[in-house]
């Protein structure tokens, strides 16, 4: 599988972005997907998930900002950011797993592939 994430961009807080992820491979809908982000000098964080069927998954902090959801008919799956805030300036990568445990669902370890990141910048 590989991915190809797009969409980020230089927007101001309380703005919004659109991220998508284009997936290869005729298995996606079979995959869970998840979002993660790095800021510099910070590790790589769960943002959110959605599983094969459908099943969401937030951080805390995005939650009730942040919404995630699949089209398996396109094989790409999105990352609708609102109320955009300075910290969530950071990396956004998108990635795919075969097997996703739910307790499991928010650790990077957990995923099989990853796209190539892009850099979402919120200025205040």
């Known amino acids: 599988v590989q991915l190809q994430a797009s969409g980020g961009g230089l927007v101001q807080a309380g703005g919004s972005l659109r991220l998508s992820c284009a997936a290869s491979?005729?298995?996606?809908?079979?995959?869970?997907m998840g979002w993660f982000r790095q800021a510099p000098g910070k590790e790589r964080e769960f943002v959110a998930a959605?599983?094969?069927?459908?099943?969401?998954y937030y951080a805390d902090s995005v939650k009730g900002r942040f919404t995630i959801s699949r089209d398996n008919a396109k094989n790409t799956v999105y990352l609708q950011m609102n109320s955009l805030e300075p910290e969530d300036t950071a990396v956004y990568y998108c990635?795919?797993?075969?097997?996703?445990?739910?307790?499991?669902?928010?650790?990077?370890?957990?995923?099989?592939?990853w796209g190539q990141g892009t850099q979402v910048t919120v200025s205040s």
């Open positions: 990635s795919a797993a075969l097997r996703s445990i739910v307790s499991m669902i928010r650790i990077p370890s957990t995923y099989d592939y």
């Open positions: 491979g005729r298995t996606f809908r079979s995959y869970a």
């Open positions: 959605i599983r094969s069927g459908g099943s969401t």
